[in-house]
């Protein structure tokens, strides 16, 4: 079996929808599971209600539910007809019904906990999928439609939950049964908890759902289908010249798509790495270009792509009493711990710790809660420029030539992965588009 996952922008009207079903349809032998994201924009539309509940806004509520109204009904009355389009409408209906409670009963509580942020987007898929469905039962193709809510189980971490793979892993072979020469539709990024209650895997999570449901039926391979022609050498924004990847490692690939390569969802890859299975990026607008295939470990060596992050804070840790003691590291993970902040880099001496983080919601109580333990100092508008590759480190005159492409801009901090895959610059914010460019260029171009 193979499972195809189609974004927002290959299910965005009718006439990419019956696209995203051909790109499907032509590979039916190999009994595909079709992965849909909600239509594009539709899920930021769906937390605008939610924006607007907490703002006793009625009016917004209502013209953004008649605006998705629109956009579904739009496209069923495109191409469905007959018995099928009343069935399609029936169920529209019903969904749009719970919507509008649903969106009452926040606006009545003035409030979208992450919980109730899970449910309300959660209608993007579902009203995405069902459109999918009805329109393969006209084109006369053997489908079935599942709620992935069925079968994919997380923890109760809302809006951005983790699966539980112990409990999908069974479910999904349970439920999602393939077939040569029928088409299984099921929705990208909403999942549930043990108790039923919707959950979501984090924005752009489908890529993710795709690699679960693939990971638990040992598929052959795992289509992302999106907009661009597979992940670039650089963020074609910045650099123009940025190249499509033929191949990448599963590792670079993560990296990558961790440091902002938006192309795949940074948790896709884990359950892909799991069995080994292959998953190849494709464009829906250009399906003959060949894409970029993530696989095993290459041989290759040397820089693959750049990446790039801003709004990055430096938090450092300067303490004499750090000399010869242990322990300190813990102590401090432990405060980020509490606070639920994720540490992405961190470069250590005898008598220095240097982290960056995003998130910094709670950076007031970390800098209090580090402070007994030694002189803290905190940067903010950093950046980081993550350079991708296999052994980059081992090749002294790779280092060379990297360092002498970044000066004069001041590094700030540099750590390399033990997986030798990614070597991170931590530079100042407005430094890292300039520096990106010139690395390109050095490197491509
Ligand atoms: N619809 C969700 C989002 O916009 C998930 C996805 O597209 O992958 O984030
Ligand atoms: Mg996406």
């Known amino acids: 079996m193979i499972v195809l996952k189609f974004g927002g922008t290959s299910v965005k009207d009718s006439y990419w929808i019956d696209r995203t079903i051909d790109i499907t349809n032509n590979q039916i032998d190999k009994a595909p599971v079709l992965v849909s994201s909600a239509i594009s924009k539709v899920t930021d539309k769906l937390l605008s209600i939610g924006k607007f509940a907490e703002e006793k806004n009625s009016e917004g509520i209502a013209e953004t539910i008649d605006s998705l109204?629109?956009?579904?009904?739009?496209?069923?009355?495109?191409?469905?007809?007959?018995?099928?389009?009343?069935?399609?409408?029936?169920?529209?209906?019903?969904?749009?019904?719970?919507?509008?409670?649903?969106?009452k009963g926040l606006f009545l509580l003035m409030e979208c906990s992450p919980k109730s942020s899970d449910m309300l987007v959660s209608f993007g898929e579902r009203l995405s999928t069902l459109l999918i469905y009805h329109r393969t039962i006209e084109r006369k193709i053997d489908s079935e439609l599942l709620d992935s809510r069925d079968f994919?189980?997380?923890d109760n971490n809302f809006t951005a939950a983790s699966p539980n793979f112990t409990l999908t892993d069974p479910k999904v072979q349970e439920f999602v049964k393939p077939k040569k020469g029928k088409i299984i539709i099921t929705q990208g990024f909403i999942s549930s908890n043990e108790d039923g209650i919707t959950t979501t895997l984090g924005r752009g999570g489908s890529d993710f759902s795709a690699t679960i449901i693939g990971s638990a039926l040992d598929a052959k391979e795992v289509q992302i289908w999106t907009d661009v022609d597979g992940i670039l050498t650089t963020d074609p924004r910045i650099a123009p010249a940025a190249k499509r990847l033929a191949t990448i490692s599963y590792a670079e690939a993560a990296?990558?798509?961790?440091?902002?390569?938006?192309?795949?969802?940074?948790?896709?890859?884990?359950?892909?790495?799991?069995?080994?299975?292959?998953?190849?990026?494709?464009?829906?607008?250009?399906?003959?270009?060949?894409?970029?295939?993530?696989?095993?470990?290459?041989?290759?060596?040397?820089?693959?792509?750049?990446?790039?992050?801003?709004?990055?804070?430096?938090?450092?840790?300067?303490?004499?009493?750090?000399?010869?003691?242990?322990?300190f590291l813990s102590k401090?993970?432990?405060?980020?711990?509490?606070?639920?902040?994720?540490?992405d880099l961190i470069s250590t001496t005898e008598v220095s710790v240097s982290m960056t983080i995003e998130d910094t919601s709670n950076i007031d109580l970390i800098k209090?809660?580090?402070?007994?333990?030694?002189?803290?100092?905190?940067?903010?508008?950093?950046?980081?420029?993550?350079?991708?590759?296999?052994?980059?480190?081992?090749?002294?005159?790779?280092i060379s030539k990297i360092f002498k492409t970044l000066s004069p801009a001041p590094v700030k901090m540099i750590s390399l992965g033990a997986a030798d895959v990614a070597l991170s610059i931590v530079l100042s914010e407005n430094e890292i588009d300039d520096t990106m460019k010139k690395i390109h260029k050095a490197f491509f171009e």
């Open 69 to 103: 109204k629109k956009i579904h009904f739009d496209i069923a009355n495109e191409f469905l007809t007959g018995r099928n389009f009343e069935k399609a409408a029936e169920t529209l209906n019903s969904l749009f019904l719970q919507l509008e409670s649903f969106s």
């Open 152 to 154: 994919i189980i997380t």
């Open 255 to 327: 990296e990558l798509a961790f440091f902002g390569a938006k192309v795949v969802h940074p948790s896709t890859i884990q359950p892909a790495v799991k069995k080994k299975i292959p998953v190849i990026v494709k464009n829906t607008k250009n399906p003959d270009c060949p894409g970029t295939l993530i696989t095993k470990k290459l041989d290759s060596t040397g820089i693959v792509g750049i990446a790039g992050k801003k709004s990055i804070t430096s938090i450092n840790i300067t303490s004499y009493r750090m000399l010869n003691t242990y322990g």
């Open 332 to 343: 401090i993970f432990t405060i980020f711990e509490k606070y639920k902040t994720p540490v």
């Open 368 to 398: 209090s809660e580090l402070e007994p333990i030694g002189k803290i100092t905190i940067e903010r508008n950093n950046g980081i420029i993550c350079l991708v590759g296999n052994n980059i480190w081992k090749d002294s005159k790779l």
